[in-house]
T-cell receptor
């Protein structure tokens, strides 16, 4: 299984500022995703981080608010821009390695999450 | 209507009890189904996949009914360590995205 680390593990930020969250994987993986888990809620997919091209965003999420980078197969960043208290949440990255390129599901592993509080 | 709906819970059961969780999904194109477990302040981890034929892993049994678009998880002989939130998860395939239910919280009491 992939070992995933995220930085920072938690942060408290002022409204109007931006925070960049890093996700590092110990091996090359095909797919990387960013999720949000608001207090008491389940996980919602923000976007798929694509290497070498723009991320693919889900409905309700836009690049200006959540810019994402993926410079290689082991690393991605998510920025939460112009933060407001409504952005207080846990942000998790997950990875799926397609291995031999088959279409079948391969287990997605999740990072430990970044707990963000916006004041 | 949410794409994946679960029993709201919470479930508080005594040790040794049998508990069942239910889940329904709305997208008939969904391809694969899973139960994830999330401990408090931890990331979700895959508990088991769910197959139409039903599958068992120790004290855990998962079942899928594609006609009814219904998924279940049965936990027998509950242990204190089973206390967690159980997430019903659906995979649609082409976009490789997971869709999570809201989760059902289980507390096993001594």
């Amino acid at each position: 299984s992939a070992v995933i680390s995220q930085k920072p593990s938690r942060d408290i930020c002022q409204r109007g500022t931006s925070l960049t969250i890093q996700c590092q994987v110990d091996s090359q993986v095909t797919m990387m995703f960013w999720y949000r888990q608001q207090p008491g809620q389940s996980l919602t997919l923000i976007a798929t981080a694509n290497q070498g091209s723009e991320a693919t965003y889900e409905s309700g999420f836009v690049i200006d608010k959540f810019p994402i980078s993926r410079p290689n197969l082991t690393f991605s960043t998510l920025t939460v821009s112009n933060m407001s208290p409504e952005d207080s949440s846990i942000y998790l990255c997950s990875v799926e390695d397609l291995g031999n390129g088959g279409e079948a599901y391969n287990e997605q592993f999740f990072g430990p999450g970044t707990r963000l509080t916006v004041l | 209507r949410k794409e994946v709906e679960q029993d709201p819970g919470p479930f508080n059961v005594p040790e040794g009890a049998t508990v069942a969780f239910n889940c329904t999904y709305s997208n008939s194109a969904s391809q694969s189904f899973f139960w994830y477990r999330q401990d408090c302040r931890k990331e979700p981890k895959l508990l088991m996949s769910v197959y139409s034929s039903g599958n068992e892993d120790g004290r855990f049994t998962a079942q899928l009914n594609r006609a009814s678009q219904y998924i279940s998880l049965l936990i027998r002989d509950s242990k204190l360590s089973d206390s967690a939130t159980y997430l019903c998860v659906v995979w649609k395939g082409s976009a490789r995205q997971l869709t999570f239910g809201s989760g059902t919280q289980l507390t096993v009491l001594p």
